[in-house]
């Protein structure tokens, strides 16, 4: 079965960073577009970075843009995302996934197929 499997989330105070992995197993890893998503307490799930299939392709949201990085190694079904200057409102669950259609920044939850259980990120002020 498939499995996404999340790691690297913590806490870290304010201007510092983190990378969060995503490990893929049982599924064609490099024929998925990949998503960060992330989910703070009371608001809805929003996407904060995804890349194309063969990684040449990046999209951001706008409040990330320029601090996080999404890569990704096919060779090892691995997704990333580092995480730079880390602010307090960056705190929330994130989670990958994984999208067998073509995904940018504005494609929705729902139309990715498989989902990872998150890891919590929490940054101090």
């Known amino acids: 079965q498939v499995q996404l499997v999340e790691s690297g989330g913590g806490l870290v105070q304010a201007g510092g960073s983190l990378r969060l992995s995503c490990a893929a197993s049982?599924?064609?890893?490099?024929?998925?577009?990949m998503g960060w998503f992330r989910q703070a307490p009371g608001k809805e799930r929003e996407s904060v970075a995804v890349?194309?299939?063969?990684?040449?392709?990046?999209y951001y949201a706008d409040s990330v843009k320029g601090r996080f990085t999404i890569s990704r190694d096919n060779a090892k079904n691995l997704v990333y995302l580092q995480m730079n200057s880390l602010k307090p409102e960056d705190t929330a669950v994130y989670y990958c996934?994984?999208?067998?259609?073509?995904?940018?920044?504005?494609?929705?939850?729902?139309?990715?197929?498989?989902w990872g259980q998150g890891t919590q990120v929490t940054v101090s002020s």
């Open positions: 049982g599924l064609t890893f490099s024929s998925y577009a």
């Open positions: 890349i194309s299939r063969g990684g040449g392709s990046t």
């Open positions: 996934a994984a999208d067998r259609g073509i995904a940018t920044i504005k494609t929705p939850p729902s139309s990715y197929d498989y």
